[in-house]
């Protein structure tokens, strides 16, 4: 089992930044790929980034790409989304994933998930 707490979300302008954190306990965090994921009211979660287990490559949706980070501290167990410049049509719950297989990209290739953090963006 490999249990996921989310933090950092809350409400930010558009425009600002904003970090996500997410913290890892149970099994061997480094034998995990780690994602995140978004869910706005009615709609479908979607991948919005992931980083490879080692943390020597990551992925992102093309909307994202540019302004979203993730990283990874394999030693404190955290992932993290950095959000610079967010837009309006970023908010949602995003929640973070640990996918043992390796770096995917929908929800059915990870095994474990987090509680999920509002993040809202004002314009």
């Known amino acids: 089992q490999v249990q996921l707490i989310e933090s950092g979300g809350g409400l930010v302008q558009a425009g600002g930044s904003l970090r996500l954190s997410c913290t890892a306990s149970?099994?061997?965090?480094?034998?995990?790929?780690m994602g995140w994921f978004r869910q706005a009211p009615g709609k479908e979660r979607e991948f919005v980034a992931g980083i490879s287990s080692s943390g020597d490559r990551t992925t992102y949706r093309g909307s994202v790409k540019g302004r979203f980070t993730i990283s990874r501290d394999n030693t404190g167990n955290t992932v993290y989304l950095q959000m610079n410049s967010p837009k309006p049509e970023d908010t949602a719950v995003y929640y973070c994933?640990?996918?043992?297989?390796?770096?995917?990209?929908?929800?059915?290739?990870?095994?474990?998930w987090g509680q999920g953090t509002q993040v809202t963006v004002s314009s």
């Open positions: 149970g099994r061997t965090f480094s034998n995990y790929a």
């Open positions: 994933g640990a996918d043992r297989a390796g770096l995917g990209y929908t929800r059915e290739e990870y095994d474990y």
